[in-house]
């Protein structure tokens, strides 16, 4: 199939991540992690938004009652629709909780992707700036607590999240493996277990990064120095590549009231080839995908 994309959003950004749709405003929002900005556009009228954040912001996840649930660098923070922001716990509290040494200082790390589950948590992972080994982790947040709680040590770039359709699968990467893994998954007590590879990238086809799970249960994840879009069905196989003409490739998120368009983010591409850092659109015709999970607290 042809894998045309055309320019949604041609505001430039460094590093722009976590594209969702929400379907109450029909608007598409993403995150510039390193630009400090929650960006918007409506989609009927193609008005645009920004608000700037704190700090570095590694997600931007929809709540059930309205507003967002900011990552910041240093953990996450509840911003009400009325702008109030209420900061949580940190993963350093997470981390001396869990009576886990920190992996990283504080500013030394931030969070990086992060979704809801189909539960009403949310699950955030974290990176070191300088991308050391191992100094990573991966947190959750239940619905009414006010400090994560550490689930993974070990991560490197904490990244994409997906569930399958039966809620009975996690789908999670951590970029520098260049898989996509998977896990049982108990919808009661948010854990994850029985971790397998679900996909391993062939050596040249760039690193994954962010992903989202379509309405058949296919799973299309982003390739950061791959230029592209994948999907994989259910069972692993490929089914089809989307280029995108821009080799930094972070994320993507389906959209519109049918969800039937494809958001794709990017970051800024050394040397500047003019097309890093915008927001695509891809059609992709004969798949949709589903609404945004959203989170309860």
Excluded at 111 to 139: C, F, H, Q, S
Excluded at 225 to 244: C, I, T
Aim: proline share 6%.
């Amino acid at each position: 199939m042809a894998s045309v994309v055309e320019v949604f959003d041609d505001r430039r950004c460094r590093l722009a991540e976590g594209p969702w749709y929400d379907e109450r405003a029909d608007r598409i929002g993403w995150v510039d992690i390193l630009g400090r900005t929650v960006r918007w556009r409506d989609l009927a009228s193609g008005e645009p938004g920004e608000m700037t954040t704190p700090t570095h912001v590694g997600a931007a996840v929809p709540r059930v009652h309205g507003g967002l649930v900011l990552c910041l660098r240093d953990g996450p923070a509840l911003l009400d629709p009325d702008g109030a922001l209420l900061t949580l716990g940190t993963f350093d509290d997470a981390d001396a909780a869990a009576g886990v040494p920190a992996a990283a200082s504080a500013s030394s790390r931030r969070a990086n992707d992060a979704k809801a589950d189909p539960y009403g948590r949310l699950w955030i992972g974290t990176m070191a700036y300088d991308e050391t080994v191992g100094a990573g982790g991966l947190y959750r947040l239940d619905p009414g607590d006010r400090m994560p709680v550490r689930v993974r040590d070990g991560i490197t770039i904490g990244n994409g999240l997906g569930w399958s359709l039966d809620r009975s699968l996690m789908y999670y990467i951590d970029t520098p493996t260049r898989r996509i893994d998977v896990f049982d998954f108990d919808g009661a007590s948010g854990t994850m277990g029985n971790g397998r590879p679900f996909v391993t990238l062939e050596a040249g086809a760039g690193m994954p990064d962010g992903m989202c799970v379509d309405a058949e249960g296919g799973v299309w994840v982003a390739l950061f120095h791959g230029g592209a879009v994948r999907r994989y069905l259910p069972d692993g196989s490929l089914d089809r590549v989307v280029e995108v003409g821009t080799p930094r490739v972070t994320s993507c998120a389906f959209a519109g009231a049918a969800f039937d368009q494809l958001i794709i983010t990017t970051a800024l591409d050394d040397p500047d080839d003019g097309r890093g850092g915008l927001i695509y659109r891809h059609r992709p015709g004969d798949v949709t995908g589903a609404p945004v999970q959203r989170f309860a607290g």
